[in-house]
């Protein structure tokens, strides 16, 4: 079952802040997040992991809400280079997974 | 250290005619993934291997066959091309630092396929 992000898209200037999020029907054992940009494969940011382990890109910052089985990305400050769709990619909690199941991504726009 | 490769990059096909795509990651991962990407869709798993000589589907396997003879290669293979596989094409590989989850995914540069 598919994660819902929100929002679809979103245009920043330099230098705004922005928040997407990642909600799951069900439990989540992780959640991933990637970078796409047009043309271009998808790209690690960072994973959150269940317990509140947390890897990932220096200058981004996520969150991870067990009980209500959603992420959070914050991309603070923004730069043209944020600008891609981004994307969450969940795990589901249950032995033998290994597989994530991809949102439809939000479209991220910088502009100057 | 090329990370993960596939070819080839852009193929054109007929309604009914066959190819395989091939995957082939340099990292010694043991899970490599196919996914496709249709527009608003995100990515979509199709099938997916945990070790050499193991393959399991995913959310959208019809009209796919996958095998994984070696660790390195992943191969995706469409038996009779059909306009709805009209699509990028992208493979993954990950390391797994515990059994049962998935660590990072590298993706190749995808494989852009039109079927006629």
């Known amino acids: 079952q598919q994660p819902v992000q929100s929002p679809q898209a979103v245009i920043l200037r330099e230098g705004e802040d922005a928040v997407i999020n990642c909600s799951s029907s069900k439990a989540l054992y992780s959640v991933h997040w990637y970078r796409q940009k047009h043309g271009e494969a998808p790209v690690f940011l960072m994973i959150l992991l269940k317990g509140g382990e947390q890897k990932g890109h220096e200058k981004i910052s996520a969150s991870f809400n067990e009980k209500k089985q959603q992420s959070s990305l914050y991309l603070t400050a923004s730069q043209l280079s944020y600008s891609g769709t981004y994307f969450c990619g969940t795990e589901y909690s249950g032995a033998g997974s290994y597989q994530l199941t991809f949102g439809k991504g939000t479209k991220l726009s910088v502009i100057p | 250290n090329a990370g993960v490769t596939q070819t080839p990059k852009f193929r054109v096909l007929k309604t009914g005619q066959s190819m395989t795509l091939l995957c082939a990651q340099d990292m010694n991962h043991e899970y490599m993934y196919w996914y496709r990407q249709d527009p608003g869709m995100g990515l979509r798993l199709i099938h997916y291997s945990v070790g050499e000589g193991t393959t399991a589907k995913g959310e959208v396997p019809d009209g796919y066959n996958v095998s994984r003879l070696k660790k390195q290669n992943f191969l995706l293979g469409l038996e009779s091309a059909a306009p709805s596989q009209t699509s990028v094409y992208f493979c993954?590989?990950?390391?797994?630092?515990?059994?049962?989850?998935?660590?990072?995914?590298?993706f190749g540069p995808g494989t852009r396929l039109t079927v006629l």
């Open positions: 993954a590989s990950s390391y797994s630092e515990e059994a049962g989850s998935t660590d990072t995914q590298y």
